[in-house]
């Protein structure tokens, strides 16, 4: 099964809320990396957050790790329509096969 | 934009055919990496090529090949298609050869098997 599961699999929300996305995972990991895909093109790298660091900004994102917890969150301020898109978390395990493990994604609508 | 591209955008072909999918990365960048997206699948790692060289193997069927050449450019070849072969199929690039560093991903190529 995947390293990285999302949760919810699918969130719909009004403009300018904050829209909350979470990913667990099994195994121990170098790092944790977000990212973006609009629809049918490719994924956009958003942040990375390291095995040593519990949160980490950029601009409207705010990502937080727990690695007692194996989990992480995506925080999205303030959204805004062109935020609609899926969002994956993908895992950089320490050992083990040598590659990023993907999630199923979290499917975001921002309605406006 | 990546700066990676992929080519086909599009590829429709048949059952038994053998397609070539190509890319190039990011000027500097000496990893590649190919995925396959599909609906059921989700993202999966195919291969990943390191300055010319094999470097990780993931879910790679036999049917299918890849090399990376000294240009740096890649080519993922699919034989001997499937329906089941229908997917996206995506490159990333990364400058150096760790699979911990960020990857950026190119548009895809989408393939339908008919």
């Known amino acids: 099964s995947q390293q990285g599961e999302e949760d919810p699999q699918a969130l719909s929300i009004q403009e300018g809320e904050n829209a909350t996305m979470n990913c667990s995972y099994k195994?121990?990991?170098?790092?944790l990396q977000w990212y973006r895909q609009n629809s049918g093109r490719g994924l956009v790298h958003l942040i990375l957050i390291r095995s040593n660091e519990r949160e980490k900004h950029s601009g409207r994102l705010r990502v937080t790790l727990d690695t007692s917890k194996k989990s992480s969150s995506l925080l999205i301020t303030a959204s805004r329509a062109a935020d609609t898109a899926s969002y994956f978390c993908a895992t950089a395990p320490i050992q083990g096969a040598q590659k990023l493990v993907f999630g199923q994604g979290t499917r975001l609508t921002i309605n406006p | 934009d990546s700066g990676v591209t992929q080519t086909p955008k599009h590829l429709i072909t048949a059952t038994g055919q053998r397609v070539t999918l190509r890319c190039s990365p990011r000027s500097g960048d000496l990893s590649v990496y190919w995925y396959q997206q599909s609906l059921d699948q989700g993202l999966q790692f195919l291969i990943q090529y390191y300055n010319g060289e094999e470097r990780a193997k993931g879910n790679i069927l036999e049917r299918f090949s890849a090399q990376q050449f000294p240009d740096l450019h890649s080519e993922l070849n699919l034989s001997s298609l499937e329906l089941g072969d229908s997917a996206l199929y995506f490159c990333a690039s990364s400058p150096g050869g760790t699979y911990t560093d960020t990857q950026y991903f190119g548009p895809g190529t989408r393939l339908t098997v008919l």
């Open positions: 195994t121990s990991i170098n790092n």
